[in-house]
């Protein structure tokens, strides 16, 4: 596979979408295309993540074309190119049209109550009142305003950014952390001090704080590194989240094959593990025994990785440390069991869900992390094509009927669900959910946790449920024929439901209700959508590259939607640990059941004959909904490949 040059549409040149060092080709063909010129403009709308060496590279570029003679002008640059112009100073040298210069904002007072009144975030009153309040409990006003939560996080930070005169910066958001950057400061100090190192040019550093006026923080960074260190602000929470990438890019990639010995308790052990799990971004965590050794593994973007290996003896304290911090029977180990632990560390606040099994070497544990501050993301940045998620929100507002999402365990479904419920949920309906468990909280809706102990199951709770006037009920899980059957009742008497279910695609949804027994024809008329989902990899976009896919591929993948031509392969760097990949996106394959679809379930029909009509009538493949994320440059054709099945 040969990289490809930029291509220019329509004879408009663009930045690429990343300013980094894995795509100077692209830079190369961008500066070859304006060479000669006196003049050239250039669209920088597309700049969605930079790095310091992608950045210096490019700004080398730019001054060199100067001095040959090529007057350059970029023309709607990103929010990211903005930020990082603004934050290393570089307003005299970035050649952006003064037209697209963000404005210059007038300076707040330095004391924080009067710049919140001339910011317009509160009234006078409510401003004196939280000055007392501060003042009895002998605390500072920015503390108050953040524990009652008066004054967002951002806007604080927004407000403290015009009170120095200082940009405002997301680095983690607007994809301008360099975990690369060699600043030889411990990660201790930097956790300590509140300080996020996270673009570099030349001899310039730029830095984010949570508190501006902390001038000591930025001299301990400014003596470690010799630097020109130029401050930004940002959120308590962005600092935590950045630090945590460059703590995981630090990593091995590589777990260590030795036996940790480092004389720590179970108690001590199990708080670092979950620390570490945190900070990994890990959505399970592993105990395993073995022969002779007990294997910790981290889930991270859908695999698992070796993080450690303990002896018997520290394996065994740390499982039954987990079976008492979870409220099990630390005597039983004959038999599985399940528990919930909540974990809280600074900002962060998890549940984990555990699980115990007896093995031949002994007891596994299994955590399964739950975010209890996660939000759930709007729909409209789950990637949808743009008919699927017109099809699904036509679903989800509708009075009555079904809607199920389909998939193997860990695809996000419930995910999926929560963000549908998020925008259905309004003071004028009753929304209601039956769990197991209770994965995220979410205002506004009554939601129920199923208890096996207690007798408590999804029939009872469903039963008991249609008896407080809902609008909307949303099932953890369809199983079995009980809960089948009460959610098609449910449907039928004019509620609207929402589901998951176990199926490998959608149209194989109806086939399996009718299977647990439920009639077709009450299928036919309940079901209104089904919707099957995986997540695929995504490209980690400091080091993705740009490669020529061979004709016979493209060959073979052209009627699923494969474009010819220039796609992205996995590369490998410290921000994504070497594996070329970071986080992970949705593919969907979204069935709208019409009037055809419903006569063919009313007749039992099988799962192939279901899916040729939804073919027929306009749905998306998972394969090709898969290759439509490769044509954006969002995966490679082998994670599409691995979530739909070959052409």
Do not use: W
Not at 56 to 70: A, I, P, R, S
Not at 131 to 158: Q, T
Not at 352 to 376: C, F, W, Y
């Amino acid at each position: 596979m040969s990289a490809s040059p930029l291509p220019q549409q329509a004879g408009t040149l663009r930045l690429p979408d990343s300013i980094s060092l894995s795509r100077t080709e692209d830079l190369e063909a961008l500066f070859a295309a304006c060479a000669g010129q006196a003049s050239v403009e250039i669209d920088a709308s597309q700049v969605r993540n930079i790095d310091s060496r992608g950045f210096e590279y490019l700004m080398n570029g730019f001054e060199q074309l100067n001095l040959d003679g090529t007057r350059v002008l970029l023309f709607t640059p990103s929010s990211p190119l903005i930020t990082a112009m603004q934050c290393l100073r570089l307003d005299d040298r970035l050649p952006i049209r003064s037209e697209d210069r963000p404005p210059v904002l007038s300076e707040l007072p330095l004391d924080l109550g009067a710049a919140i009144l001339e910011s317009g975030l509160l009234d006078a009153h409510t401003v004196d009142t939280l000055r007392e309040s501060a003042h009895e409990r002998g605390i500072g006003l920015r503390h108050l305003l953040l524990e009652h939560e008066r004054v967002g996080p951002e806007r604080l930070a927004e407000v403290n950014a015009r009170q120095h005169d200082m940009p405002m910066v997301r680095p983690v958001r607007d994809r301008l952390l360099d975990v690369t950057i060699d600043h030889q400061i411990p990660l201790r100090d930097l956790r300590t001090h509140g300080v996020l190192p996270f673009l570099q040019l030349e001899d310039k550093l730029a830095v984010a704080v949570a508190d501006p006026s902390n001038v000591f923080a930025i001299d301990v960074v400014r003596q470690a590194t010799g630097l020109k260190v130029v401050p930004a602000v940002t959120t308590e929470a962005e600092i935590q989240s950045g630090l945590d990438l460059i703590q995981r890019s630090a990593g091995k990639a590589d777990a260590s094959a030795t036996l940790v010995e480092d004389g720590r308790g179970a108690a001590e052990r199990l708080d670092a593990t979950l620390l570490n799990a945190l900070i990994e971004g890990a959505s399970d965590i592993h105990i395993e025994p073995c022969e002779g050794h007990h294997l910790l593994r981290f889930r991270v973007d859908g695999r698992l990785r070796e993080v450690e290996r303990l002896n018997p003896e520290q394996g065994s304290s740390l499982v039954a440390r987990i079976k008492v911090m979870a409220d099990c029977d630390i005597s039983e180990k004959r038999l599985p069991q399940d528990g919930r632990i909540h974990f809280q560390h600074g900002t962060r606040d998890v549940d984990l869900r555990v699980n115990t099994l007896p093995t031949v070497h002994g007891e596994k544990a299994v955590m399964r992390i739950l975010d209890r501050t996660q939000q759930s993301p709007k729909l409209d940045s789950f990637g949808f094509a743009k008919h699927d998620l017109q099809a699904l929100r036509d679903s989800i507002h509708a009075p009555h009927g079904m809607v199920l999402v389909t998939g193997p365990t860990g695809s996000g479904k419930t995910t999926t669900l929560y963000s549908v419920l998020a925008e259905v949920v309004s003071p004028e309906i009753n929304v209601a959910t039956v769990e197991n468990p209770v994965e995220r909280s979410l205002d506004g809706v009554n939601q129920t946790q199923v208890n096996q102990k207690a007798g408590l199951n999804f029939g009872l709770c469903l039963r008991a449920l249609l008896r407080q006037d809902p609008d909307v009920i949303m099932i953890g899980e369809i199983r079995d024929h009980e809960t089948a059957e009460i959610a098609v009742e449910a449907s039928l008497t004019g509620h609207l439901v929402l589901a998951t279910l176990h199926t490998n695609d959608a149209p194989s949804a109806a086939t399996r209700l009718i299977q647990m027994g439920i009639e077709p024809f009450l299928v036919s008329a309940t079901l209104r959508m089904v919707m099957a989902q995986r997540l695929v990899r995504a490209l980690c976009p400091s080091c993705k590259t740009r490669v020529e896919l061979p004709g016979e591929v493209c060959e073979q993948y052209a009627g699923n939607g494969l474009k010819p031509g220039t796609s992205y392969a996995a590369s490998g760097c410290p921000a994504c640990r070497g594996t070329g990949y970071s986080g992970r996106r949705g593919v969907f394959e979204v069935m709208a059941v019409d009037s055809e679809m419903r006569d063919l379930i009313a007749r039992n029909p099988s799962s192939d004959e279901a899916r040729e009509l939804a073919l027929q009538h306009g749905m998306t493949s998972l394969l090709a909904d898969g290759i439509r994320r490769v044509n954006e440059g969002v995966t490679t054709l082998e994670e599409a490949i691995r979530c739909g099945g070959t052409a």
